[in-house]
């Protein structure tokens, strides 16, 4: 069964740092992996999605790396800043099914 | 608005009544599904359809049912409430985005069964 693990479950930061989320994975057999955001009492947001034949992708000051062969994927923030507050989660699809698998988030808060 | 549309926002429920949360999409997307959100269990699958007419079972299907009889609703219904049902519980539809599946979520329902 796969699981998905978010290591920090939170994390502090002054604005202006950059930062790094650590996504990890048990099987290696994925369709892709996505990261979302997810505001309070809202729904999440898709930031960035990775198919299982690429390496990373970039959207801003966000870039999302994967690597299938160890189980890794990991999402850099460059240049914080306090909207970038929120918790941030990995998914995982395996392959052949329209279904994620979730880890448990990554809680962000960035201070002016 | 484009997106997914999911009501009520809140409700409460008392053990043993029935329900059903609403979930609409306009994007057209064929995939749809049931999530469920409790605090350190991150999201769990609990439905999920590939089209009209076609459903199956997630990670955590017990105590719910769900029907897709049009490509743009996607209704999840509790047969009778327990306690354990009090999640925030989130739909999603998948479509394409430049050649990937991308998953567009509602704003979720918070459901409280006393």
């Known amino acids: 069964k796969q699981e998905v693990t978010q290591i920090p479950a939170a994390l502090s930061v002054p604005e202006g740092e950059n930062l790094v989320l650590n996504c990890s994975f048990t099987d290696s057999a994925i369709y892709n992996l996505q990261w979302f955001r997810q505001d309070p009492g809202k729904g999440l947001t898709s930031l960035l999605l990775?198919?299982?034949?690429?390496r990373e992708q970039t959207s801003g000051r966000l870039n999302a790396s994967l690597d299938k062969s160890s189980g890794r994927s990991t999402l850099y923030i460059a240049a914080s800043q306090p909207g970038d507050s929120a918790t941030y989660l990995c998914a995982v699809e395996d392959t052949g099914f329209q279904k994620l698998v979730f880890g448990t988030g990554t809680r962000l808060l960035v201070s002016p | 608005n484009a997106g997914v549309t999911q009501t009520p926002k809140f409700q409460v429920l008392k053990t043993g009544q029935s329900m059903t949360l609403q979930c609409a999409q306009d994007?057209?997307?064929?995939?749809m599904s049931w999530y469920r959100q409790d605090p350190g269990m991150g999201l769990r699958l609990i439905h999920y359809?590939?089209?009209?007419?076609?459903?199956d079972q997630g990670e955590v299907p017990n105590g719910y049912n769900v029907s897709r009889s049009t490509t743009e609703d996607f209704p999840l219904r509790l047969l009778s409430a327990a306690p354990s049902q009090t999640s925030v519980y989130f739909c999603?539809?998948?479509?394409?985005?430049?050649?990937?599946?991308?998953?567009?979520f509602g704003a979720g329902s918070r459901l409280t069964v006393l």
């Open positions: 990775i198919q299982s034949s690429q």
């Open positions: 359809s590939v089209g009209a007419g076609i459903t």
């Open positions: 994007m057209n997307h064929e995939y």
């Open positions: 999603a539809s998948q479509g394409h985005s430049s050649g990937a599946n991308v998953l567009t």
